[in-house]
């Protein structure tokens, strides 16, 4: 009786072994100067975890840390079509300010100044402004919260 043949088919190389692109990888990384940067970072990791927690541990860093978490916490309160048209707004009246101003062969004066006010086109142009002014000046009237961001639930204390 014959006996089965064993044969195991080689597989195809269809590229660098694993071997081989590591040491590509490391060649990379030599050459660029990020493997001396990790090198430098690892050995001094007690001396640059020590110069972090030393500035983190300032007043104003807790201070700026705070202030960023209550500008995401408050911008999180805005939907995104809503904060999309307000920044749009904002960008497009930036470029229109800094365009030169048509020339006037003389300035409205007072009068021109009554008819602008008595135009409907210039109330709805400037309602908008008028309506944000008018919740900015009740925000500032209103106190600032001794806490505003509690840190136990990390909300705002108003909310």
């Known amino acids: 009786m014959a006996e089965p043949i064993s044969y195991q088919p080689k597989p195809p190389t269809i590229g660098p072994t694993a071997r081989e692109e590591l040491e590509q990888l490391l060649e990379t990384l030599h050459g660029s100067g ?12 007690q001396d640059i975890v020590g110069i972090l927690f030393e500035g983190l541990n300032l007043e104003s860093s807790r ?3 705070q202030n960023i978490a209550a500008l995401l916490m408050m911008l999180g309160q805005i939907p995104p079509s809503r904060f999309y048209k307000i920044t749009s707004t904002v960008k497009d009246a930036l470029l229109a300010a800094a365009e030169e101003p048509p020339a006037q ?3 409205p004066g007072v009068r021109g100044l009554y008819k602008a006010l008595k135009d409907e086109e210039t109330w709805h142009a400037l309602s908008p402004l008028v309506q944000g002014l008018l919740a900015l000046g009740e925000g500032m009237r209103k106190p600032a919260p001794e806490k505003p961001i509690s840190a136990v639930t990390g909300k705002p204390s108003d909310a």
């Open 34 to 45: 990020l493997l001396r940067l990790a090198n430098d970072l690892a050995a001094g990791r």
């Open 63 to 65: 201070y700026a840390v």
């Open 105 to 107: 062969k003389e300035p």
